[in-house]
């Protein structure tokens, strides 16, 4: 199966402040999604992302598939932004390859 | 338009027993997938269901079985309970059985084995 890893893997932030979630992975992809876990553990999509970028809000990725990684971008992070942050892959077959994800906490 | 649902919420367990895990999917998919989360990793695919039949498993043993029904609802069943077994499992509804855009979570049952 497909390698995803994901960096830092703990991230502790000030409220207000910006950050960088990397996501690398080991083939070619056909879907990139990135997942935030809340604390009740439900998957929430963010972005469906397999190439390019795209904003919503203050939450922007960039996929760059033919150096196999994506970036999340959080500006100006608020409580609210804390849980995990998953990224997920496919290429063929029916599962997702999850990473271990990013832990992040932001505090007042 | 209903979400996925999974029942029950939280469930404890004895080593050596068999559980039983709900999901409804999402109204309009009819496609469910389970994947295992154990604590501070990322989610494991288990197995897929599509039209009632199992549609391609992860590393899981035989002891992990399922059922997906006309209403597309699926269940999945674990037989002989190990301590390793507890973890979040998740259930995902979406339309066909490759994971694409439509894929949708639930909020998962949270397994304790003692």
């Known amino acids: 199966g497909i390698q995803v890893e994901q960096s830092p893997p703990d991230l502790i932030l000030q409220e207000g402040a910006n950050s960088t979630l990397r996501c690398n992975f080991s083939d070619s992809v056909n879907n990139l999604q990135w997942f935030h876990q809340n604390p009740w553990g439900q998957l929430i999509n963010l972005f469906y992302?397999?190439?390019g970028t795209k904003q919503n809000g203050r939450l922007s990725a960039t996929t760059v598939a033919t150096e196999r990684y994506s970036l999340l971008y959080i500006s100006s992070s608020q409580t609210t932004d804390s849980g995990v942050y998953f990224c997920?892959?496919?290429?063929?077959?029916?599962?997702?390859?999850f990473g271990t994800g990013t832990s992040l906490t932001v505090i007042p | 338009e209903t979400g996925v649902t999974q029942s029950p919420t939280h469930l404890i367990k004895t080593r050596g027993q068999q559980v039983t895990l709900r999901c409804s999917s999402q109204?309009?998919?009819?496609?469910v997938s389970w994947y295992q989360q154990a604590l501070g990793q990322g989610p494991q695919f288990i197995f897929q269901y599509y039209r009632e039949e199992e549609n391609g498993r992860g590393n899981f043993p035989p002891r992990f079985s399922g059922l997906q029904f006309p209403n597309y609802s699926s269940e999945l069943n674990v037989n002989a309970l190990e301590l390793d077994d507890s973890a979040l499992y998740l259930c995902?509804?979406?339309?066909?059985?490759?994971?694409?855009?439509?894929?949708?979570f639930g909020s998962g049952t949270r397994l304790t084995v003692v």
């Open positions: 109204s309009g998919h009819n496609t």
């Open positions: 997920a892959v496919w290429n063929t077959g029916n599962q997702f390859y």
């Open positions: 992302i397999p190439s």
């Open positions: 995902a509804s979406s339309l066909y059985q490759v994971a694409n855009y439509g894929y949708t």
